[in-house]
Nanobody
């Protein structure tokens, strides 16, 4: 089945930037022609996992959607040749501190956790004030 591995987390100062990567194993998505979605979620200590952004592809083309809390600061993108999804984070705030997870669904999906079938192990992002 699909395996996802996140990387790029670490310590960053408030106002700084960081780019996360999510690599899918094998040729899982590079040659896939049907609708599929990849997404980023995050989970802070003591809180529920929350939606960050997703990117989806279908016969109509691709599109991206962002949570209001990160809109205008974060950008999700994908390198099809490398089967890798990225999350570029700018103007980071202490409240962005969380474990960031990538997820995938072999269909059109949205901001709900239960819509995704495959998950990575997460990467820690800590934003210092």
């Amino acid at each position: 089945q699909v395996q996802l591995v996140e990387s790029g987390g670490g310590l960053v100062q408030a106002g700084g930037s960081r780019r996360l990567s999510c690599a899918a194993s094998g040729r899982t998505f590079s040659g896939y022609t049907s609708t599929y979605t990849m997404a980023w979620f995050r989970q802070a200590p003591g809180k529920e996992r929350e939606f960050v952004a997703f990117i989806t592809w279908s016969w109509r083309g691709g599109s991206t959607t962002y949570a209001d809390s990160v809109k205008g600061r974060f950008t999700v993108s994908r390198d099809n040749a490398k089967s890798t999804m990225y999350l570029s984070m700018n103007s980071l705030k202490p409240e962005d501190t969380a474990v960031y997870y990538c997820a995938a669904a072999l269909r059109s999906a949205g901001p709900r956790v239960d819509q995704y079938d495959f998950w990575g192990q997460g990467t820690q992002v800590t934003v210092a004030s």
